[in-house]
Protein backbone atom coordinates (compact mmCIF):
# COMPACT_ATOMS: atom_id res chain seq x y z
CA UNK A 1 0.00 0.00 0.00
CA UNK A 2 1.28 3.34 -0.82
CA UNK A 3 1.24 6.65 2.04
CA UNK A 4 -1.86 7.78 -0.77
CA UNK A 5 -3.97 4.87 -0.04
CA UNK A 6 -3.14 4.53 3.39
CA UNK A 7 -4.47 7.92 4.15
CA UNK A 8 -7.68 7.50 2.20
CA UNK A 9 -8.46 4.29 3.66
CA UNK A 10 -8.42 6.89 7.20
CA UNK A 11 -10.20 9.27 5.74
CA UNK A 12 -12.61 6.72 4.48
CA UNK A 13 -13.51 5.74 8.10
CA UNK A 14 -14.10 8.83 9.89
CA UNK A 15 -16.62 9.92 6.59
CA UNK A 16 -20.35 9.84 8.10
CA UNK A 17 -22.73 7.68 6.49
CA UNK A 18 -25.54 10.10 6.07
CA UNK A 19 -24.34 13.41 4.78
CA UNK A 20 -27.38 16.08 4.82
CA UNK A 21 -27.91 17.83 1.46
CA UNK A 22 -27.54 21.29 1.38
CA UNK A 23 -26.11 24.14 -0.83
CA UNK A 24 -24.91 27.75 -0.39
CA UNK A 25 -27.62 29.61 0.10
CA UNK A 26 -29.49 27.52 2.24
CA UNK A 27 -30.52 28.40 5.19
CA UNK A 28 -29.91 25.53 8.05
CA UNK A 29 -29.90 24.82 11.39
CA UNK A 30 -27.30 23.05 12.68
CA UNK A 31 -27.02 20.72 16.33
CA UNK A 32 -23.49 21.28 17.48
CA UNK A 33 -22.37 19.14 20.42
CA UNK A 34 -20.36 20.91 23.28
CA UNK A 35 -18.92 19.69 26.01
CA UNK A 36 -18.48 21.65 29.40
CA UNK A 37 -16.71 19.84 32.12
CA UNK A 38 -18.33 16.41 32.18
CA UNK A 39 -21.62 17.48 30.64
CA UNK A 40 -22.83 17.58 26.93
CA UNK A 41 -24.75 19.48 25.50
CA UNK A 42 -26.15 20.19 22.12
CA UNK A 43 -26.33 23.97 20.64
CA UNK A 44 -28.40 25.07 17.77
CA UNK A 45 -27.46 27.45 15.60
CA UNK A 46 -29.43 28.77 12.52
CA UNK A 47 -28.16 31.00 9.54
CA UNK A 48 -27.33 30.91 5.69
CA UNK A 49 -24.76 28.92 3.90
CA UNK A 50 -22.06 31.31 2.71
CA UNK A 51 -19.92 28.42 1.44
CA UNK A 52 -18.79 25.04 1.25
CA UNK A 53 -15.27 24.03 0.53
CA UNK A 54 -13.11 21.27 0.17
CA UNK A 55 -13.65 17.16 -0.89
CA UNK A 56 -13.61 14.26 1.22
CA UNK A 57 -13.84 13.99 4.89
CA UNK A 58 -12.28 17.45 4.93
CA UNK A 59 -15.41 19.53 3.65
CA UNK A 60 -16.00 22.48 5.73
CA UNK A 61 -19.27 24.49 5.49
CA UNK A 62 -19.79 28.15 7.04
CA UNK A 63 -22.50 29.57 8.33
CA UNK A 64 -23.68 33.17 9.05
CA UNK A 65 -26.25 34.82 11.01
CA UNK A 66 -27.12 38.10 13.01
CA UNK A 67 -27.04 37.93 16.85
CA UNK A 68 -28.35 41.37 18.88
CA UNK A 69 -27.02 43.34 15.74
CA UNK A 70 -23.95 41.73 15.23
CA UNK A 71 -23.14 39.29 12.52
CA UNK A 72 -21.47 35.70 13.61
CA UNK A 73 -19.88 33.06 11.77
CA UNK A 74 -18.91 29.66 12.62
CA UNK A 75 -16.95 26.84 10.25
CA UNK A 76 -17.67 23.36 10.73
CA UNK A 77 -16.09 20.34 9.58
CA UNK A 78 -19.13 18.23 7.66
CA UNK A 79 -17.93 14.96 8.69
CA UNK A 80 -17.16 16.22 12.46
CA UNK A 81 -18.25 14.46 15.06
CA UNK A 82 -19.05 17.23 17.16
CA UNK A 83 -22.02 18.11 14.41
CA UNK A 84 -24.91 16.10 15.02
CA UNK A 85 -27.62 16.95 12.07
CA UNK A 86 -27.92 19.72 9.37
CA UNK A 87 -31.85 20.54 8.83
CA UNK A 88 -32.54 22.61 6.07
CA UNK A 89 -34.89 25.53 6.61
CA UNK A 90 -35.15 26.89 3.97
CA UNK A 91 -33.76 26.76 0.32
CA UNK A 92 -31.81 29.62 -1.09
CA UNK A 93 -31.97 30.39 -4.94
CA UNK A 94 -28.43 32.24 -5.43
CA UNK A 95 -25.84 32.13 -8.47
CA UNK A 96 -22.97 32.05 -6.64
CA UNK A 97 -20.90 29.58 -5.00
CA UNK A 98 -19.23 31.85 -2.17
CA UNK A 99 -21.71 34.72 -0.82
CA UNK A 100 -18.99 37.05 1.18
CA UNK A 101 -20.80 39.67 -0.46
CA UNK A 102 -23.73 39.44 2.29
CA UNK A 103 -21.12 40.32 4.90
CA UNK A 104 -21.04 43.84 4.06
CA UNK A 105 -24.82 43.72 4.07
CA UNK A 106 -27.42 44.89 6.66
CA UNK A 107 -31.68 44.30 7.05
CA UNK A 108 -33.10 43.23 3.85
CA UNK A 109 -30.54 43.47 1.57
CA UNK A 110 -28.65 40.51 3.57
CA UNK A 111 -31.89 37.98 2.82
CA UNK A 112 -31.33 35.60 0.05
CA UNK A 113 -34.30 34.53 -2.10
CA UNK A 114 -36.41 31.69 -1.45
CA UNK A 115 -36.28 29.11 -4.29
CA UNK A 116 -38.79 27.90 -5.87
Given amino acids: MTNGEIIRNIEKEQMKNEVPSFRTG ?5 FNKIKEGNRERT ?8 KIQ ?3 NRC ?3 VR ?3 N ?4 EKTWPLHSPM ?9 GKVRRAKLFYLRDRVG ?3 KVKAAK
Fill in 26 to 30: DTVRV
Fill in 43 to 50: QVFEGTVL
Fill in 54 to 56: GGS
Fill in 60 to 62: TFT
Fill in 65 to 67: KFS
Fill in 69 to 72: GVGV
Fill in 83 to 91: VEDVQVVRR
Fill in 108 to 110: KAA
